[in-house]
């Protein structure tokens, strides 16, 4: 049940109807029950696991509770953290390490391979392990206490609009939200229909309409070079965008009508003068996860080691990332690539600082906000193609046999929405060096007279529905 079918909206205004309707003793019930429909829509087999793992982290919060002032609370934290990685592991990368295993074996002529099981994936599994995962961890710091209510403890982990591609949700953010009754407020549907209407332009005007030639290239990458894969290498990047962030503004937007305001992904990421700070920006919340999660305990830990842990740590941190999108070695190309670009960064700062500080700020912010573009349009092809080979493919060939011809170009089969695919990002990308020159632009577009406010709200509806691309699935929905 994808956000923008038709099936999504009558489920949303069911669910609208009974939350607000029953009053707050069966709000939560109802956005269980609500989110476990969600689910069954999917796959009712999908459904059976989800439970399953629900109920098995209500109890091992619980048990690591009540063994928190025992001499066994290590013991059973680490098995309660091994049972969610064991789970993790098996479904999304035994295939990968018996693939790997099979290549290996190839390598010595050996007779024999490790038969590959039948296995699917459940969706969104990545995100909700990491959710517990963190739950356990602040339990295990003494940070928070298990969480009794079982309905509260579903919807942390299986609340319906972010369960799909996240956010990676916090558990001292999300209960105390659920917990407390939630009054009707027009205020919190008015945001909140905005917000998903805005991520709705995002991902059907921009992130549809660029899905079609990113995938074709990628899909058949070595029918193409040159411009082509030039075209791509610029345009990937605001594909990716425009798809996750107006997943995540929808699923905040749908969250938002039920009164939960859940943490947001995208900080306009565009605007980074580097990639220490473009993962600040970007996906915040599974990167802020994993910095305090991984990365700041290991170099605590390690801080004797001074600043060799914490390139250690930058690495290990960055393999996390890559390797929890997909179990594939472009993944971990792509966390390797992170992880060399931050180390540099981090290795090299005093010195960067000393050359910007001679040149104009003007020029250092362009080239800056420039190279962390292109070194992250760099790691999308690895992230973006089916294996290293393609990658590599994509890289050597990016200047072969190069001519500026757009006439004819099979890629841009649809000039219509191509097109206005592009120009949409424009109006995006001028809202947001608005925001970062500190222009409130929502508070600017609030304050139109009524007319003028629905003329635009028309206007994005009207192109959401006449620009909607092929691409209908959303990218992090694999993850």
Request: aromatic share 22%; hydrophobic share 50%.
């Amino acid at each position: 049940m994808q956000f923008d079918s038709l099936y999504f909206f009558v489920f949303l205004a069911v669910t609208f109807l009974l939350y607000y309707r029953l009053g707050h003793k069966f709000q939560q019930l109802v956005l269980f029950l609500a989110s476990v429909f969600f689910i069954a829509f999917l796959s009712p087999k999908l459904v059976v696991f989800t439970l399953i793992f629900v109920i098995l982290n209500y109890f091992l919060g619980i048990w690591l509770q009540k063994k928190a002032e025992t001499r066994f609370r290590v013991t059973v934290f680490w098995i309660t953290i091994a049972a969610n990685i064991g789970i993790l592991g098996f479904f999304k990368y035994i295939n990968f390490f018996f693939e790997n295993v099979n290549l290996f074996l190839s390598l010595f002529n050996a007779q024999g391979s490790v038969k590959l099981l039948d296995l699917i994936i459940p969706v969104g599994i990545s995100y909700y392990t990491f959710q517990a995962l963190g739950y356990l961890i602040r339990i295990n710091r003494k940070a928070e206490k298990a969480e009794t209510s079982f309905l509260a403890f579903a919807n942390y982990l299986i609340f319906f609009p972010k369960f799909l591609a996240g956010p990676v949700e916090r558990s001292n953010h999300f209960f105390p939200q659920i917990s407390k009754p939630v009054l009707f407020q027009a205020d919190n549907v008015t945001a909140g229909l905005r917000l998903f209407l805005w991520g709705m332009f995002k991902k059907v005007v921009i992130g549809n309409n660029l899905a079609d030639p990113v995938y074709q290239l990628y899909n058949n990458i070595e029918n193409y070079n040159g411009l082509p894969l030039l075209i791509i290498f610029f345009l990937q990047a605001i594909h990716l965008y425009a798809d996750f962030s107006g997943y995540t503004d929808m699923a905040l937007g749908v969250a938002r009508i039920f009164g939960i305001k859940l943490v947001d992904n995208f900080n306009r990421p565009f605007f980074a003068r580097n990639v220490g700070e473009f993962w600040r920006r970007w996906h915040i919340s599974l990167s802020s996860w994993c910095n305090d999660f991984i990365f700041s305990p290991f170099i605590v830990k390690y801080r004797k080691y001074g600043n060799k842990a914490a390139i250690a740590g930058i690495f290990i941190t960055f393999y996390v990332i890559g390797i929890w999108h997909g179990a594939n070695w472009t993944f971990v190309a792509v966390g390797l690539l992170q992880g060399i670009a931050i180390s540099y960064e981090f290795a090299t700062k005093r010195k960067r600082l000393q050359i910007a500080s001679r040149l104009p700020q003007g020029l250092v912010t362009f080239v800056s906000r420039t190279l962390t573009y292109l070194f992250f349009s760099l790691t999308l092809v690895f992230f973006n193609s089916q294996n290293i080979h393609d990658a590599f493919y994509f890289l050597s060939h990016i200047f072969s046999d190069f001519r500026f011809n757009l006439s004819g170009n099979k890629l841009i089969y649809d000039s219509s929405s191509f097109f206005v695919a592009i120009i949409a990002f424009g109006v995006i990308y001028i809202k947001e060096a608005l925001q970062e020159a500190k222009v409130d632009v929502p508070g600017y577009f609030y304050g139109l007279p009524r007319g003028l406010r629905w003329t635009g709200y028309y206007l994005m509806m009207a192109f959401v529905f006449y620009y909607s691309g092929a691409g209908d699935a959303f990218v992090y929905l694999q993850f």
